[in-house]
């Protein structure tokens, strides 16, 4: 079973897989790119609470500079800080049941919270928030080129060079 598409430019760099000119193309033109936010302005979305509107700025500068937000995540970005908000909420109430000892009202109040929780999970991991989801979206750096101090690559070089000149 093959795993998740991976962008042209990761597949080259890793090299376990040898593209053509044209494969490489094609597959650099199927790919759907966000363009990143046209204004400096981030602007949060309508139906987020005014008290979650200077988080919402933070994180999405936060991810405007490593370039994985986009003008059409902002929604993904808000529906996410909702639902940290509510798993906040039900975690105090948690605690309260706890501390009162309302064992009875504890039980819907942790399938309520795992719910709000598996929520905030998923929309962070959508976002490159948890450490795990950032792992993916690493692209690693092309190899360096070992041979650049070995006389003899250096000698082939020059040799080509010259050829190509002739």
């Known amino acids: 079973m093959p795993g998740p598409r991976q962008p042209t430019d990761l597949v080259v760099l890793n090299g ?13 033109a199927a790919e759907v790119k ?28 936060q991810l405007i500079e490593i370039g994985i937000l986009a003008e059409i995540d902002y929604d993904c970005l808000a ?8 798993y906040l909420a039900v975690t105090e109430q948690v605690n309260r049941a706890i501390a009162g000892g309302a064992i009875t009202l504890l039980d819907d109040l942790s399938k309520t919270q795992t719910r709000y929780f598996n929520q905030c999970d998923r929309a962070a991991a959508a976002l490159g ?35 190509r000149n002739a």
């Not at 529906?79 to 509510?86: M, N, T, W």
């Not at 450490?131 to 040799?159: G, H, N, Q, Y």
């Open 79 to 86: 529906r996410y800080l909702l639902a940290e908000q509510a």
């Open 34 to 61: 966000a363009p990143p936010p046209k204004s400096k302005r981030i602007k949060p979305p309508a139906y987020l609470p005014e008290s979650l509107h200077k988080k919402f700025r933070t994180l999405a500068k």
């Open 16 to 28: 376990r897989k040898h593209l053509t000119k044209a494969e490489t193309e094609a597959r650099r």
């Open 129 to 163: 928030l948890t450490i795990s989801s950032r792992c993916r979206l690493v692209v690693p750096k092309p190899p360096e080129d070992e041979t650049r101090d070995d006389p003899m690559a250096k000698m082939l070089r020059e040799r080509a060079e010259r050829r």
